[in-house]
Nanobody, 124 residues
Framework: QVQLVESGGGLVQAGGSLRLSCAAS????????MAWFRQAPGKEREFVAA????????AYGDSVKGRFTISRDNAKMTVFLQMNSLKPDDTAVYYC?????????????????WGKGTLVTVSS
């Protein structure tokens, strides 16, 4: 059974940092592109960051460029999202996703597997 399990969410003050992790199991994800999305209450799910199979290529949503960094450790089948300079607008449930494609994938319909999400709350 394929599983993606996110961790690292929580409550942080504006300007602070958090590091999210996504542990994969049930499938070899080392050839898969991975991504993070987020969904705030009453809003659509939004692309945050993506990384290709090797970690050599990344992409970011406009609202997080320069503040968030995505990375992966294929040996540990884990993807990370380092979030710095957090703002109240970053408050959302953050979801890890995997695509069976090796290249960068930045859309929800391009993802094949989803985690259940982890809540990030940024207070002002």
């Amino acid at each position: 059974q394929v599983q993606l399990v996110e961790s690292g969410g929580g409550l942080v003050q504006a300007g602070g940092s958090l590091r999210l992790s996504c542990a994969a199991s049930g499938r070899t994800f080392s050839n898969d592109a991975m991504a993070w999305f987020r969904q705030a209450p009453g809003k659509e799910r939004e692309f945050v960051a993506a990384v290709n199979w090797s970690g050599g290529s990344t992409a970011y949503g406009d609202s997080v460029k320069g503040r968030f960094t995505i990375s992966r450790d294929n040996a540990k089948m884990t993807v990370f999202l380092q979030m710095n300079s957090l703002k109240p607008d970053d408050t959302a449930v953050y979801y890890c996703a995997a695509s069976r494609l090796p290249r960068l994938v930045t859309t929800t319909d391009g993802m094949n597997y989803w985690g259940k999400g982890t809540l990030v709350t940024v207070s002002s």
